[in-house]
């Protein structure tokens, strides 16, 4: 309890500071006293009338003032031994109420706590990385590719086994906890780096506003809803840009809901690079292969979860009970909808849907890598004198075209990976279309390992690529039979005969 002495020199400071406000952060320091001394002898001056709440100034915190009682009580210094006032028995006023709150949003956002469960979020993210790079490394997969998140079918099955966000695992083998591991997941350093950063400069800021144990919730359901927005619209996505996007929109929910407890100026300054984030957001959903379903939903989520938050923080009798509500009913609405969306006749959908995929995924494609073999992987197999190799035109339309199609393989072959085949005889036929594709990226690959040194052809390559070529079509022969995936149509042999190869042009000089 404070003495007397003390809470004279509290007056005569306040007295001093006249007509600023008296900041006891700044007396505290200036006296060499202990901070919470000072609280102490504040909240006894204020409980019996002699000082009253002013300004609150960032950097300094709460402001008081003298009343005039304080004023008298500083003529006659015996009234301060009166007993502090006890604190009323009946319901807190509104402007106690928010009083209280506004003290405990100020100390949050200025003096908040060591961010524990953000730390332990960064650990768990980076431990989740290692773990893929040793089942990576244990596989084979170079681990440059690794690091650089390069699409490959191998990489692909590491992610989904460690939890990716697949929706077909989700909807058909009812794994849903992929809602929450995906969230750990990341393809590639620049991914996993960016993600990290924004985790770390939003994290302690969320932590210490809504507490640890909130924060820890937030950050889990705004990746969940994030995840069910990625299943309803039937994609695919892992990282942890979902739970940061709910993030983001969060801290505008909080700044919000809590700007009459803030100055003007921080609020407005705070909303304002919240908008400018937003804004940044929204630019880099639209960028190719980046889940904007999953930026979407984790920032609708952020939003919704954000509400009931405050209301169980600082709600008072049924406005707790509708906030403890809403943080269970977010996260249900979230996993119903996605359920609700593919529960209707699912097994019929999943198999048109799978039919479709692999008809516009993988038909389309093999034309295209035909009409490229046939314009330049068959007269170069077919010059056993290597004078295509003289063409520098030529040769580099050939590197051009092997570039595209492998390009276009690289992620073939990872939704391929994504598939789930549901039974044996499916699992046969979706093998056997990977071997078959997988092989036309390795001949592709090899054509242009040669193409960069066409000087080195010579009869060996020539044969080694010739054998490549007539695997695929020996890969290719099962596919015409199939009975559960798309059935692909014979190849018809061409009437007329591939176009010689290129002959360098003849020296006019």
């Not at 996993?192 to 924060?215: C, D, I, Q, T």
């Not at 040194?453 to 039979?481: G, M, S, T, V």
């Amino acid at each position: 309890m404070a003495d007397t002495d003390l809470l004279t020199r509290v007056l005569h400071a306040c007295s001093q500071a006249a007509p600023a406000p008296f900041f006891p952060g700044e007396f505290a320091a200036s006296a060499g006293l202990p901070r919470p001394d000072i609280d102490a002898a504040v909240d006894r001056l204020r409980l019996n009338g002699y000082l009253q709440i002013v300004d609150w100034v960032q950097g300094k915190g709460q402001g008081y003032a003298l009343t005039p009682a304080g004023t008298e009580a500083l003529q006659q210094p015996t009234e301060l031994r009166k007993p502090a006032a006890a604190p009323p028995t009946e319901q807190p006023t509104l402007d106690d109420r928010v009083w209280q709150r506004g003290e405990t949003v100020r100390a949050a956002l200025l003096e908040p706590g060591r961010p524990i469960v953000t730390m332990t979020l960064l650990f768990a993210n980076l431990a989740m990385f290692a773990v893929g790079l040793a089942i990576a490394w244990m596989r084979g997969i170079p681990i440059q590719d690794y690091f650089s998140g390069t699409a490959s079918l191998e990489l692909s099955r590491v992610y989904r086994s460690l939890g990716s966000l697949v929706t077909v695992d989700v909807v058909v083998n009812q794994e849903w906890w992929r809602l929450i591991s995906y969230q750990f997941m990341h393809i590639g350093l620049a991914h996993l780096g960016m993600n990290m950063l924004a985790l770390f400069m939003l994290g302690p800021v969320l932590e210490g506003v809504w507490g640890s144990k909130r924060f820890l919730a937030l950050y889990l359901i705004s990746g969940l809803t994030g995840g069910a927005a990625v299943v309803v619209m039937d994609r695919q996505a892992l990282g942890a840009s979902g739970s940061i996007s709910g993030l983001l929109t969060s801290l505008g929910a909080w700044l919000w809901l809590n700007r009459d407890c803030l100055p003007e100026q921080v609020t407005s300054h705070m909303l304002s690079r919240v908008g400018i984030n937003l804004f940044l957001l929204v630019g880099i959903s639209l960028m190719p292969n980046v889940s904007w379903e999953g930026h979407l939903g984790g920032a609708v989520g952020g939003v919704l979860f954000s509400l009931p938050l405050h209301y169980q923080r600082f709600g008072r009798g049924w406005q707790r009970l509708l906030g403890w509500l809403g943080l269970i009913a977010v996260p249900i609405a979230a996993v119903l909808i996605a359920y609700l969306v593919h529960r209707p006749h699912r097994a019929e959908l999943m198999k048109d849907r799978l039919i479709h995929e692999y008809d516009r995924q993988y038909r389309g494609p093999e034309s295209y890598l035909l009409q490229r073999r046939n314009r330049f992987v068959v007269p170069v197999l077919g010059d056993m004198e290597g004078n295509w190799t003289g063409n520098a035109k030529f040769v580099a339309d050939f590197q051009k075209a092997s570039q595209e199609c492998i390009a276009r393989l690289q992620p073939l072959l990872v939704n391929l990976a994504a598939q789930a085949p549901r039974d044996k005889k499916e699992a046969e036929e979706a093998d056997n279309l990977h071997r078959y594709f997988e092989t036309w990226h390795e001949l592709f690959q090899s054509l242009q390992r040669q193409l960069k040194e066409p000087e080195r052809w010579n009869p060996a390559r020539r044969r080694a690529l010739i054998e490549q070529d007539k695997a695929l079509f020996e890969l290719r022969r099962p596919l015409e039979a199939n009975t559960i995936l798309p059935r692909f149509s014979p190849l018809v042999p061409e009437k007329e005969q591939p176009a010689p190869a290129p002959k360098p042009p003849k020296d006019t000089a």
